[in-house]
């Protein structure tokens, strides 16, 4: 069975920066989508970022568009990055990256069969 471990989440000021992590356990992992999403209390979980199996094609939500970077490594140490930069309050959430069922892109939930536990991102004003 697959398993998503996420890492790198914490408290940061608005305006700061954060880099989370994901490392897949399973060497079929090129074969697939990965994406991250993200819930805040009291919300459904969103879309952030997602990349196609081999890297070429990201895709990013509107609410992060040109601050959030999603990237991947399909070698030895097979991973999946998120380079959050000029964070705001709106991006405290619980942090969760997913394995697409697919090669292609996909933004939601349903398109995911694999996740991993969550990471908690916390800006403070």
């Known amino acids: 069975q697959v398993q998503l471990v996420e890492s790198g989440g914490g408290v940061v000021q608005a305006g700061g920066s954060l880099r989370l992590s994901c490392v897949v356990s399973e060497r079929t992992f090129s074969n697939n989508a990965m994406a991250w999403f993200r819930q805040a209390p009291g919300k459904e979980r969103e879309f952030v970022a997602g990349?196609?199996?081999?890297?070429?094609?990201?895709?990013y939500s509107d609410s992060v568009k040109g601050r959030f970077t999603i990237s991947r490594s399909n070698a030895k140490n097979t991973a999946v990055w998120l380079q959050m930069n000029n964070l705001k309050q709106e991006d405290t959430a619980v942090y969760y990256c997913?394995?697409?069922?697919?090669?292609?892109?996909?933004?939601?939930?349903?398109?995911?069969?694999?996740w991993g536990q969550g990471t908690q991102v916390t800006v403070s004003s």
């Open positions: 990349i196609n199996s081999n890297g070429a094609v990201t895709y």
């Open positions: 997913a394995r697409g069922r697919r090669s292609g892109f996909a933004s939601t939930v349903n398109d995911y069969d694999s």
